[in-house]
Every structure is written in C-alpha cells, then in structure tokens.
Antibody
Framework: QVQLVESGGGVVQPGRSLRLSCAASGFTFSNYALHWVRQAPGKGLEWVAVVLYDGINKYYADSVKGRFTISRDTSENTLYLQMDSLRPEDTAVYYC????????WGQGTLVTVSS | DIQMTQSPSSLSASVGDRVTITCRASQGITNDLGWYQQKPGKAPKRLIYAASSLQSGVPSRFSGSGSGTEFTLTISSLQPEDFATYYCLQHKSYPRTFGQGTKVEIK
C-alpha cells in the first residue's frame, strides 16, 4: 500500500536550517509529482512546494521562495525539503503529499522555530 | 495566483442535517478542484477530486458540484464522524491554493 513517512522535524533557532525527508513506498516514485504542505498551529493548510516527476521542474509558495529547496532522490524513493533562514512563522506541521489530486498524505512532522 | 474563498468559516449542525460548503475561485479553474477532510491531529483526507468525483471508500452522503469559479461540497445527512474541518484546493495552476477551511461543529 502507498505510504509516505516524514521525518526530520524538531526545534531550531531562527536563521538556522533544517532538512525534512519523506520516505515513499508502495508506488512507482518516479511517476508522480510530490508536494509539501504545512499547517501552522491552529491555522489552515498552506501549500509550500512541488517537484514534478522529472525532478527538474519545481514551484514554490512566495512565502518560502529563495529560502526553501525541494528535491527528490529516485534511487532512495525519498522527497526532501531543505529549509534555510528559518523564521518563527515557519513553525508548522509539514506534510508531504502525492500528486494525483493529493490522494495520499504523510502523517506530518512538526517544525518549531524558536530561540 | 488563484485565490480560493471558502464559506462559511464555521458552522454548527446536528446529526442528520444537510450541510453545504462553498468555494469560490478568483478565476476560472474548470473542474480542477478537490475537497479534503481533516480531523484534529490527523493528516487531511481526500474526499472529492475533479470537483465531483467521489474518492473510493468515502460515503455517498458526500458530494461535490460546480465548475469554473463556484464549487460546493454537500453532506446530505451529517453523521457524528463528519465533524471535522473541510478544505477546498485548486489544482489548476501553481501555486496551489487552499480555501481557508470550514469547521463543522456539533450543535
């Protein structure tokens, strides 16, 4: 069955970096675009970024453009989100989701940006 | 960017009630819209895709309609397990954009 498992969250100081991972299984990884979506505490869902199936084409929300980098490793069936210059407003649960109308989601990983 | 305006932001309803949630897109998105249910502490779950196609395994009391700029999620007879927050999401272009969410609470 399809599974997406995020990891890498934690507490980090403002201005520092963190890398999230999303391990995928149960489907042909290279056939799908993959997204990151986040949810700040008590708030709604915010789309963050996508990497298309080719690993080359990528799109970002304005709120993270220039600070976050999405990538994928087909040999490891893993999606990444490199987050640099973190801000307190980046505090959120981060979900990865498979394209195809966001049919599968991971369980989420919490990132807290605080001094 | 396409803006999605979802209403209401919250509603109170009783078991058995018919519930309707609306999303309006700032420009036409044909039928490129999905609806998602989220319960506290859980990941969102897809209910509807392509505006009106029911996800396999989702009860038939859920239905979606609309095209262009106006979309509706209807729950025909609210059940206890349906109390949750619902989001629309446009799949027409990047950046993808969610509606603000509708929290369905028990009256």
């Amino acid at each position: 069955q399809v599974q997406l498992v995020e990891s890498g969250g934690g507490v980090v100081q403002p201005g520092r970096s963190l890398r999230l991972s999303c391990a995928a299984s149960g489907f042909t990884f290279s056939n799908y675009a993959l997204h990151w979506v986040r949810q700040a505490p008590g708030k709604g869902l915010e789309w963050v970024a996508v990497v298309l199936y080719d690993g080359i084409n990528k799109y970002y929300a304005d709120s993270v453009k220039g600070r976050f980098t999405i990538s994928r490793d087909t040999s490891e069936n893993t999606l990444y989100l490199q987050m640099d210059s973190l801000r307190p407003e980046d505090t959120a649960v981060y979900y990865c989701a498979r394209d195809n109308w966001f049919d599968y989601w991971g369980q989420g990983t919490l990132v807290t940006v605080s001094s | 960017d396409i803006q999605m305006t979802q209403s209401p932001s919250s509603l109170s309803a009783s078991v058995g009630d018919r519930v309707t949630i609306t999303c309006r897109a700032s420009q036409g998105i044909t039928n490129d819209l999905g609806w998602y249910q989220q319960k506290p502490g859980k990941a969102p779950k897809r209910l509807i895709y392509a505006a009106s196609s029911l996800q396999s395994g989702v009860p038939s009391r859920f239905s979606g309609s609309g095209s262009g700029t106006e979309f509706t999620l209807t729950i025909s007879s609210l059940q206890p397990e349906d109390f949750a927050t619902y989001y629309c999401l446009q799949h027409k272009s990047y950046p993808r954009t969610f509606g603000q969410g509708t929290k369905v609470e028990i009256k």
